[in-house]
């Protein structure tokens, strides 16, 4: 049997990373809708990969837990990329939360159970998670820790507290991080490693419906004014994880790497008074 990679979420990113990590070995390509699993596998197959399709949904544990049971069937699973969301023009906060937030955590439990040794993973969690000010230690403990079936009860995460999608998807991607960092204590016991990326713009299908939504003069606007003054692409994407998945990467674990044009260093530290106090 050949070793399996999952891709949970079958968009551009998703198919990148795969692309770059999955040579001789068997792709599973799962989404929550068929046709786009089937578009991804046909794009896969067609470039001499060997794939095969799932619907999965990511707010369900039943559904999660049948995929696992449908990748072991195929083979020991050495590669998990989870790039499965939705984006703040996309859903309402509750929404956000239930698949960015506790769809993140239920991958990484129930995929952390079966890992192969030597195994690895990598999650795309978003440059948002870098725009949100920083928790408190407990409010940080509490993501990272808390039991998936108990995330979102916590306290911070209920709907009078958290109504606004943006701050849904950055609490969610700044808890994907986290999640990250605390898991990868779990996998290490297995020999596996786990990692997430936190992208910038990157032109996909889902940037581009955003850009032409309510926040798309925002997005226009940081990328006019970031150091690279242009959006990424997958393949830039598909070339970290690459990195982070492969055998250069083995020493790399628990880690969140922003990768997003400047943007984050723009919105912190790229105003007037920084430029002043830097030079003073």
């Not at 095969?52 to 590669?79: F, H, N, Y």
């Not at 998990?80 to 984006?87: K, N």
Request: charged share 15%.
């Amino acid at each position: 049997m050949k070793n399996v990679t999952v891709v949970i979420g079958a968009g551009a990113i998703g198919q990148a990373i795969a692309r770059r990590v999955s040579a001789g070995k068997q792709v599973l390509l799962a989404d929550l809708k068929q046709q786009n699993a089937d578009a991804a596998a046909r794009v896969l197959l067609d470039a001499g990969f060997e794939a095969s399709t799932a619907v999965v949904d990511v707010t369900s544990r039943e559904s999660v837990a049948a995929l696992v049971a449908t990748a072991q069937a195929l083979g020991p699973i050495s590669g998990v990329i989870h790039a499965a969301g939705v984006s703040p023009s996309q859903a309402p906060p509750a929404t956000i939360l239930r698949v960015d937030l506790y769809g993140t955590a239920l991958v990484l439990e129930l995929f952390g159970d079966v890992i192969a040794p030597g195994g690895s993973a990598v999650v795309i969690a978003s440059q948002s998670g870098h725009r949100l000010p920083a928790l408190t230690a407990e409010q940080d403990h509490c993501l990272a820790l808390t039991a998936t079936e108990q995330l979102l009860a916590l306290p911070m995460l209920q709907p009078d507290v958290v109504v606004d999608p943006l701050n849904a998807y950055q609490l969610s991607k700044r808890a994907n991080a986290l999640r990250v960092m605390a898991e990868a204590v779990r996998w290490g016991k297995r020999g596996a490693r786990v990692n997430a990326i936190s992208p910038g713009i990157i032109f996909t299908p889902l940037a581009r419906e955003e850009l032409a939504g309510p926040r798309g003069e925002g997005y226009r606007r940081m990328i006019d004014s970031c150091a690279a003054k242009r959006g990424g692409t997958p393949d830039e994407v598909g070339a970290l994880a690459a990195l982070l998945m492969g055998p250069e990467g083995t020493f790399i674990t628990g880690s969140d790497f922003l990768m997003d044009g400047g943007v984050t260093a723009q919105y912190w530290f790229g105003g007037p008074s920084a430029s002043t106090s830097l030079h003073a």
